[in-house]
């Protein structure tokens, strides 16, 4: 479905400032059985509302097929990543005085690793999911875990099982919603009147612009988020933003704190992130025109990266196969005929193939068993992580090439820079 209007204040005035071309959805891994099949392509274009300023995908693929046709992604395999939703947890229940029994509900709770984090802290505990598959993991893993999109439906069945909320949390899922206005309404339906805490984490546009991370654009991404917009989005619903803290993971985050108005003070950290998005000009038409052209070139950098290492004759693969590598695989059409394999350290990923690109995917073992020379790090978010994972592979004269935002080869004698 093509959108015409801004998602947050329906203004007509778009204007489009990155084209991906035509990618298929990032976490539609395939079997190896259906590789024959058709795999459908849609457009990945962004738009910058020339109104408020938010910033949009113009095409939305129907929730149901990204979400609900074995969904690949688990999330917090990263020991950084399981870090960070206990620092989420045990922060948020300090700082708003939450106490045991209170309930909180993660929205796109995946295999609930942040339930499970609000669980140690004596909370009662809930998540909620599209992904059946995933649900089940998180079930069996005793998450209490509803398998449904957060609409009208599942708000008025927690609202008469569980009562109100005096913590809603949504990582990375505020931005795959089409549908802001209905998603709030029911924010404001379960959040408690007094003290309920509404708390949203997404990759920050800022960052996504200075280091060059066109990858996070895909499109589960249809929002891509700076502060401003929201503010005035908010207010159409009687709630404002009380706070904004930043966060490394994922490139760059921000936690965006939301209660009803006039609960709480407002923290100064909302006018500082709002000043630091102005001084760069964030919705200056050569500000993103600027990206557009570094985008390009970075693909040029890739694709003669390893175009050069083919020609010696270089053994290369994938590792790691997070739904933003698919966006930078398919925007530098890297398939198999650069890439042996890929691995990854998700078992639901193992054995399928990466979507439009073809490549196979297998565990993380077979990097050591087969010996390539260069390993492509998608995952670079984490690649501190995942390089200390492998040493083994760099100890034997493997490398990694770290593709953003500027090529980079790391290898034993580089491996502390």
Known sequence: MIKKNCRLCNSKKLYEFLDLGLQPPSDQFKFIQNLNKPTEYY???????LKCGFKQLNYVVDPKILYQENYPYESSLTNEGKKHYKEFADSSVKKYDLVKGDLSIDIGSNTGTLVKAFKDNSLNAIGIDPASNICKIANKRNLKTFNSFFDNKITTKILGKYGKAMVITGTNVFA???NLDSFTKNIVRLLEPKKGIFVIEVPHFLHLIK?????????????????EPLIKFFKKY????IDVQQRDIHGGSIRIFISKKN??????SVKKICKLEKNIRINSKKTLNDFAIKVKQNRYQIMSTITKLKKQKKKIVVLSA????????????IDKDYIDYATEKSSIKQGLLTPGTNIRVFSD??????????????AWNFSKEIIRNNHKFMKRGGKFI?????VKIVGSKNAKN
């Open 176 to 178: 795959h919603v089409d």
């Open 402 to 406: 770290i593709p953003i935002p500027k």
């Open 43 to 49: 457009p990945l274009k962004v738009n910058h509302c």
């Open 365 to 378: 073992k077979k990097l050591l068993q087969t010996k390539p020379d260069y390993a492509l790090l998608l």
């Open 322 to 333: 997070p739904a933003k590598g698919m966006t930078l695989l398919n925007y530098c059409k």
């Open 263 to 268: 609960n709480f003070s407002i923290n100064r």
């Open 211 to 227: 280091k060059l991370e066109y990858d996070t654009i895909y499109h589960e991404h249809l929002s891509y988020i700076t502060v």
């Open 238 to 241: 009687n709630l404002e933003i």
